[in-house]
């Protein structure tokens, strides 16, 4: 198995819900990554997950809450989420072990909040 | 993480070679030169990375130049499925604090 697979595809969510994102693979990496991707923009960084202990948190506001319950497995839970948070958001993994290794990322979970 | 700096956009035939080209001038030692791809509204996909010499694979050539301030990305025979968003990216071995950083990236338009 050589991907990382989000769910769900699409989520639209009210300002009031609590949903969650959900990204599993099943390549031994211990390394894995939220992105957001805003349209027509580059992803950008939220968190970086290293053997299952959260090592980067890009200063993202707390109503993003992320998850790492096992090595094959990433959440992030959403609450009380703003219109401006709507965007794709990326999921990836990676072997830290492995020098200059590549980055599998999902297909992402286009979020609408309305 | 060094930047790096790409056309906003290019175009392409169908069929001839796509030379993507990169300046990451400010580039460490032991930062690698990844190169990804986007197409619209799918996740981005690994294309090729490189450290010092010119590396080819099955998708794409990556050549870097000697002083490693800047590299070209050469997709061989460009086909309509190769439109997307390119991102030369420069990062560290995993294990560092920073991991992929995109830039802006470059819209290659691939004509019929």
């Known amino acids: 198995d050589t991907e990382v697979t989000q769910t769900p595809k699409h989520l639209v969510m009210g300002m009031t819900n609590k949903k969650s994102l959900k990204c599993e693979q099943h390549m031994g990496h211990r390394a894995m990554y939220w992105y957001k991707q805003k349209a027509k923009k580059p992803p950008e960084l939220m968190f970086v997950y290293s053997y299952e202990k959260l090592s980067i948190n890009e200063s993202v506001p707390s109503r993003f809450s992320p998850e790492c319950p096992n090595s094959s497995l990433l959440n992030l839970h959403l609450h009380a989420l703003q219109p401006e948070d709507s965007a794709l958001y990326l999921c990836a993994s990676s072997q830290r072990t492995a020098p200059g290794g590549s980055y599998t990322f999902g297909s992402g979970t286009r979020l609408t909040v309305v | 993480d060094a930047k790096t700096t790409q056309p906003t956009s290019m175009d392409c035939a169908e069929g001839r070679a796509a030379n993507l080209p990169c300046n990451h001038s400010t580039i460490s030692g032991n930062e690698y030169v990844y190169w990804y791809r986007q197409i619209h509204s799918q996740g981005p996909q690994y294309i090729i990375h490189?450290?010092?010499n010119n590396e080819t694979n099955e998708m794409a050539s990556l050549i870097i130049t000697e002083d490693r301030k800047s590299s070209t990305l050469i997709l061989p025979h460009a086909t309509l499925r190769d439109t997307a968003v390119y991102y030369c990216i420069v990062s560290a071995m995993p294990g560092s604090a920073r991991q992929l950083t995109f830039g802006s990236g470059t819209q290659l338009t691939v004509l019929p």
């Open positions: 490189g450290l010092k």
